[in-house]
Structures are given as C-alpha cells and as structure tokens.
C-alpha cells in the first residue's frame, strides 16, 4: 500500500488538483509541502491538530514540510468559515504567537538541517510595495471569479470587508514565494482552505508558467457535521496550560461512539489494518469504550508524551471505575466563608464549580436527575451539601469534579 492510498483509506483526503501528479510526488518523498497557521492565538488547538499530523506522515516517507506561520496574513484575518471579522492582532501579539507555534509545532515535526523549514510570511509581506502587488499580482486575479467562492459568498449579506477580500491574494502570494525560494511544489490545508489554495496555483500558473499542486484535507468534524475541538469551555487546546492533559484525554475519551473510529483513522498512527479490525468487533459498549481509551491515549502520548498518556489513562481507568478520586481531576477549591455552617447549596456549588452557567441551568440539571454528589444522586434543587475533606461531583455519566476547602 502507498502512502496516497493510506491516506484515502484513512478517510484524510478531501480535493486535489491532479491527483495523480500528487500521489507519485509524495509517494516517492519528492514533495516539497507547506500548510500555513494563522498565528491568531498563542497556542495551536485541535483543529489544527490533524494538518500536523499529516505533515509528520509526509515527513516519515522522506517528504520536506515547510511550517508557514502567518506574520503577515494574521495581520489580515482569513474570512474562511467565519460569520464575522476577526479580531485584530498587534505585532507584537502575532510575534509572540509564532514563537510559541514553533515550540508545539517541534513535537510533531523534525526541523534539523534539510528535514523541513519554518518560514514566517510576514518576512515578505510586510514589506511589500503596494503598487507592486496591485500592478504584478493584483492583475493576475478576476474580482468576478472570487465573488463565486463559497468563503466569500457567505460573508457578501453581513458585510465583507476589503481587508479581508485581500487575505486570498496574500496567501496565494505565499505559495508562489516559496515555490520561488525553496521549490515548493503542494500546498495542503483544510477543505475550507480550496478557493485560496487555487488562487495560488493559478498565481504560479500565470507568473511563472509551471504547474504546481493543492490538496485538501478533511474537515474534523462530528456525526451531527459540527467542528470538532471544541467544550463548554471553548476550544481544545495542545498548551497544557491552556487545556490540561487531564481535559485532553478527557475530551477524547468521551467522544461520541459514531466519531471514534474517524478519529482513530485520522488522527492517530496505529496501522489502518489494525484499526479496521478494530471497527469489525464494535458491537458493544466495552468495544467503543476500549477504542475511545485507545484514541485517547495515542492523542495525548503525540501532544503531551508518553509518561503524561500513561498517567491520564491510569486516571480514567479510575474514574470509569468509580473510584472518582484522580489527582488530576479538575478541582475547585472553596474559601470557608462560602460555607453555611460547613454546607453549600447544591444550586452554588455547580455554578461556583463551572459545572453550570447559570442558577437554572444547574437547577435543570438536578431536576433531571444529572447530578450526583459522592455517587449519591441528587434531585432536591435545595439540598445542602456538607464540604468535608474532598467531595466528588459527578455530571451525566462522563463529567467529574473535585471539591475541597481551602
């Protein structure tokens, strides 16, 4: 089996502009390859997660990745799949968030001498003539063509504005750049990315008269066809200050059974043979709950290495138990005075604990029958609950949360 043909039975591929040319260059490690990451927060999330991945699949079978951080187009604000603007970055913000891309980025990709590149955009863009672009590479590009994408069709009734119609030429400039400086042949991304990838191809079609090529990868998204990596806290991120590897595996653990072997397939490294095995016997509840472990595990040994994997499982296998009392479960620490004579309503405490947004929303969910304080269920919305030593709080079926004083 090629590499071309693991990733179609991986399910990763979404569009291609030749795809025969694709498969024999990357398939014979001939491909020079960029993906590019808006610098837009000072952590990569998982929706990144699967663009790195791939890059360390390509690099194995001795293909050269280019990491493009966007210095200059985080500067602009990519309107791809957004309803609105985004915010603006400083600088000085985008700087930092390159830096700290590079620090994660270096646990998926090998960047020693030869191995890949990372380059940030903003070492050209921003320093370009205006004039200049408008004259060499404004003319290459049909205002009417880009009014058909879908990436600007959708933004046309709420306002698109003309900063942002530039991000397609921007990015299109990228990769005629690199297919200047380094011989960059492919430009992958997300599917939502197809619309600017093209504007690129056509670029280097124009200017230079050669071919190059773009590949589309698969959205990550859940069975209702929603993005996934994303919580009631927002999004997953891969900085264990920002997501703890506890809410990572978490997280993982607890996707839906339709997700799991998508998931599996697409993200993690374990042989296709073994994972399609797997899916044959996903009969029965132990069967999604050991693949959800296993994914789980695989995720977070790639974000967080092997020891943290270890430790989080170990702490899951507890929890599932009922045992309920991790170390590394979220924990909420309570000042005495929040007390009543050494008790909290229950209503307080899952909002004080984020368990719920709101006095009626943790009211629902007691009344539903969704609460359970150290495994007893809790259905009185004014129960008082005596905090001594630690108190386990249980959400659903999935959800666990610590409780001590302070």
Same mark, same amino acid.
């Given at each position: ?6 990733? @179609? ?43 790195? *991945?791939?890059? &360390? ?12 951080? $966007? ?31 590079? &620090? ?11 191995? #890949? ?6 070492? !050209? +863009?921003?320093?370009?003539?205006? =004039? ?16 058909? %994408? ?11 504005? %003309? ?19 380094? /011989? ?9 990315? !197809?619309?600017?990838?093209? $504007? ?8 230079? /008269? ?15 066809? &929603?993005?996934?990596? &994303? ?5 997953? !991120? ?13 997280? !993982? ?9 998508? *998931? ?7 042989? =296709? ?11 029965? /509840? ?5 693949? @959800? ?15 943290? #994997? ?5 702490? #899951?296998?507890?929890? %599932?138990?009922?045992? /309920? ?19 909290? $309503? ?9 368990? #719920? ?47 001590? +004083?302070?």
């Amino acid at each position: 089996m090629t590499l071309f043909e693991e990733l @179609k039975r991986r399910g990763l591929i979404a569009q291609t502009t030749n795809e025969q040319e694709i498969a024999n260059l990357i398939n014979q490690g001939k491909a020079t390859f960029y993906i590019g990451f808006d610098p837009t927060a000072d952590s990569l999330h998982v929706g990144h997660f699967m663009a790195l *991945c791939l890059m &360390k699949r390509l690099q194995m079978a001795g293909n050269r990745p280019i990491a493009l951080v $966007g210095g200059g187009t985080g500067m602009i604000g990519d309107p791809s799949g957004k309803s609105d603007m985004r915010k603006m970055l400083t600088q000085e913000m985008i700087e930092h968030n390159c830096e700290c891309f590079r &620090k994660q980025m270096s646990r998926f990709i090998d960047f020693s001498e030869g191995k #890949a590149l990372l380059v940030n955009n903003g070492d !050209w +863009l921003l320093n370009l003539n205006y =004039i200049d672009v408008l004259r060499e590479v404004g003319a290459c590009f049909s205002v009417n063509k880009m009014l058909t %994408f879908e990436c600007y069709k959708q933004r046309m009734e709420r306002g698109l504005t %003309f900063l942002e119609f530039n991000y397609m030429i921007m990015q299109s400039y990228d990769f005629y750049k690199l297919f200047m400086d380094y /011989g960059c042949n492919m430009q992958f991304g997300g599917d939502d990315q !197809w619309a600017n990838m093209l $504007g690129g191809t056509e670029l280097i079609r124009k200017k230079l /008269g050669k071919d190059a090529h773009a590949m589309t990868i698969t959205l990550l998204l859940n069975s209702e066809g &929603k993005k996934m990596g &994303k919580t009631e806290k927002g999004a997953v !991120w891969l900085d264990a200050e920002k997501t703890s590897p506890y809410d990572f595996f978490q997280y !993982w653990r607890n996707i839906g059974d339709a997700d799991v072997v998508k *998931c599996l397939k697409m993200l993690t490294f374990i042989p =296709i043979e073994e994972i399609e095995e797997m899916e044959l016997h996903m009969d029965s /509840g132990a069967a999604y709950n050991k693949a @959800k472990e296993t994914l789980a595990f695989e995720l977070t040994q790639l974000v967080h290495g092997g020891e943290e #994997a270890q430790k989080q499982l170990d702490a #899951a296998r507890a929890i %599932f138990s009922g045992c /309920g009392n991790s170390a590394d479960m979220p924990t909420t620490t309570l000042a005495a005075d929040a007390l009543t004579d050494g008790a909290i $309503g229950i209503l307080s405490l899952l909002v004080q604990t984020g368990l #719920a947004p709101s006095i009626s929303e943790a009211r629902r969910l007691v009344q539903q029958g969704g609460i359970a304080v150290n495994d007893a269920k809790v259905t009185d919305p004014k129960a008082q609950i005596t905090i001594e030593g630690e108190v386990i709080i249980k959400k659903g079926k999935k959800v666990f949360h610590k409780v001590v +004083l302070g």
